[in-house]
């Protein structure tokens, strides 16, 4: 990797000079005389350059990529298109090249069109390293109640997304709070509409749920690939790191970098912290549906390990990845950068997580109505009912997964951003 120093250097200072002419064409060369990249050229090539470069060191399943000299960017996309077009079709290009064993198609196979499963690139620099690229609503809660069905009392909470928890805690602590005087041994969450978002905002509903007596232990890891791990992606010394007010931070006597931060699996294993006073949860059942992503899956696989977990509707989305935001010239770039495992070390649904029990749905369900296709179904199978017998026939002629019509097309409303990468001590 210590090849690539020194053309990152110019690429970078090159971009931010926001060079436009043509030069003649000069190559940056390793001890070997290996050509590694064009050093002049024009800000969308540098840019071209710039993504591949940073995916070589920082995607997640970097093993699978060529060379600069074999990938070679610039001739593979000249004559593309606009700018934008041109850079998104990189992406993908690079995104497509990993193929998932258990299914024979790549593991960020598209789901619309020439568009990455999880990686993205959007206009406008973010704060890398930091909480770019959320674009949830405000509001986590959607409704809350405590539903008593055959004699059991049964917590539910709706949420939309996870937004930043300066936005959602007040809500949360005050649905939570009302469900602990209750004491309910079951909880159903309504996911269906929840696309994910911060992650620390999750984990807290995770926190919320779970008993004193599961402290320290493994909630999730972040495992980043090998070279994140072992420090060797230098490139990330060119992206700032910023504190969560935004500042720049000191670290041995110099701004610190993205490059500075602890990657290793020790370093991002995040373990359960008992908030509010709930403490008699035994088992949770979800209402999922194809909209059901990122943090939201996290949340579920999070607490498959120690509770019984019931899924219940349709599949889910499927995005064991994380992101942080990378600025190249005028755009951010979110790199499928980190896989989410669970305390058994399980991530493997990339293609979703199955429901238990398969409900079809109104077009718009009635939240936290016992006799909502999904919930009631969820409220049998809590009552003892077989998974075959449940009665989920939809109550009105328009049909549809147990799903609140919400687009995954936009992929900035389901990035799974992590904001709280630490500094090595």
């Known amino acids: 990797m210590q090849r690539y120093i020194k053309l990152y250097i110019t690429l970078l200072s090159l971009i931010l000079t926001a060079t436009s002419a043509c030069k003649k064409a000069q190559v940056a060369v390793d001890e070997g005389d290996e050509i590694i990249s064009p050093t002049t050229g024009t800000r969308s090539e540098f840019t071209l350059d710039s993504i591949f470069l940073y995916a070589k060191q920082v995607y997640l399943w970097n093993d699978v990529l060529p060379s600069y000299a074999e990938f070679n960017p610039r001739q593979k996309y000249a004559g593309v298109g606009s700018d934008i077009t041109t850079f998104r079709k990189e992406l993908f290009d690079i995104s497509q090249l990993k193929i998932n064993a258990a299914t024979g198609t790549p593991y960020e196979l598209p789901v619309y069109f020439e568009n990455p499963k999880y990686s993205n690139l959007q206009v406008g620099k973010r704060v890398a390293g930091s909480t770019a690229g959320i674009t949830s609503p405000n509001t986590a809660v959607l409704a809350n109640k405590v539903i008593i069905s055959g004699n059991i009392p049964v917590a539910y909470l709706a949420l939309a997304s996870f937004p930043s928890i300066s936005n959602s805690k007040v809500a949360l602590d005050q649905a939570f709070s009302g469900f602990a005087a209750a004491k309910p041994t079951v909880m159903v969450i309504d996911l269906r509409s929840n696309g ?208 609140i019509e919400l687009s995954m097309k936009n992929e900035a409303e389901s990035i799974m951003v992590e904001n709280r990468l630490r500094l090595k001590k």
């Open 196 to 403: 994910g978002g911060y992650l620390e905002t999750a984990e807290y509903v995770a926190d919320l749920i779970v008993p004193t007596s599961l402290n320290g232990k493994v909630m999730y890891r972040e495992v980043f690939n090998p070279s994140m791990q072992n420090g060797t992606a230098k490139i990330l010394k060119h992206q700032p790191y910023l504190d969560a007010n935004g500042k720049t931070v000191i670290y041995n006597g110099r701004m610190a970098t993205m490059a500075d931060v602890d990657y290793t699996i020790g370093g991002n294993t995040y373990t359960f912290h008992k908030k509010g006073t709930l403490q008699t949860i035994q088992s949770v059942y979800f209402i999922i549906s194809g909209n059901t992503a990122s943090a939201s899956e996290m949340l579920i696989s999070s607490l498959k390990p120690y509770f019984e977990v019931k899924l219940i509707g349709e599949k889910t989305y499927g995005k064991p990845v994380g992101f942080f935001g990378i600025n190249i010239d005028q755009y951010s770039v979110y790199l499928s950068s980190f896989l989410i495992q669970n305390a058994n070390g399980w991530s493997g649904y990339f293609t979703g997580m199955q429901p238990d029990v398969a409900v079809k749905g109104t077009v718009d369900p009635v939240l936290g109505d016992p006799n909502e296709s999904c919930l009631s179904a969820a409220l049998q199978l809590i009552n003892g009912a077989k998974k075959q017998s449940i009665n989920h026939t939809a109550t009105t002629s328009r049909i549809t997964a147990c799903n």
